[in-house]
């Protein structure tokens, strides 16, 4: 059975930022700029952890639905592939959460 997969998802935004006109959802954000799409992925975190504290499993499911969504949608809108933030994560995984953490700036 295949499976939809945030790359999946990924490919789909991107479809819908290269058509035009009113249909589509990604398109209107996207034209609204990125400032209005990183704060529609803020609105999505909150209601996701919100949707987490009630310990509500379908509402918690729903809500990180849509904050993959904003997430990625934010990212196209930086110019940003997914690919490059799975290169970080690639990176950080040669290392424990802890000492890449304490490498960071500030640690």
Same mark, same amino acid.
């Given at each position: 059975?295949?499976?939809?997969? /945030?790359? @999946?998802? =990924?490919?789909?935004?991107?479809?819908?930022?290269?058509?035009?006109?009113?249909?589509?959802?990604? &398109?209107?954000?996207? *034209?609204?700029?990125?400032?209005?799409?990183?704060?529609?992925?803020?609105?999505? =975190?909150?209601?996701? +952890? /919100?949707?987490? +504290?009630?310990? *509500?499993?379908?509402?918690?499911?729903?809500?990180?639905? @849509?904050?993959?969504?904003?997430?990625? +949608?934010?990212?196209?809108? &930086?110019? /940003?592939?997914?690919?490059?933030?799975? =290169?970080?994560? @690639?990176?950080?995984?040669?290392?424990?959460?802890?000492?890449?953490?304490?490498? &960071?700036?500030?640690?």
């Amino acid at each position: 059975m295949p499976r939809f997969t /945030i790359h @999946d998802l =990924a490919e789909t935004i991107d479809a819908r930022a290269a058509s035009g006109g009113e249909a589509s959802y990604t &398109r209107k954000l996207l *034209d609204k700029g990125p400032e209005h799409c990183a704060k529609k992925f803020g609105e999505e =975190a909150v209601e996701t +952890v /919100i949707a987490a +504290v009630e310990n *509500d499993r379908a509402h918690l499911i729903a809500e990180s639905a @849509d904050l993959l969504y904003h997430f990625l +949608v934010l990212l196209k809108a &930086r110019g /940003i592939k997914l690919e490059e933030v799975e =290169a970080a994560l @690639d990176k950080r995984t040669s290392m424990s959460g802890l000492e890449e953490k304490a490498s &960071r700036k500030g640690g």
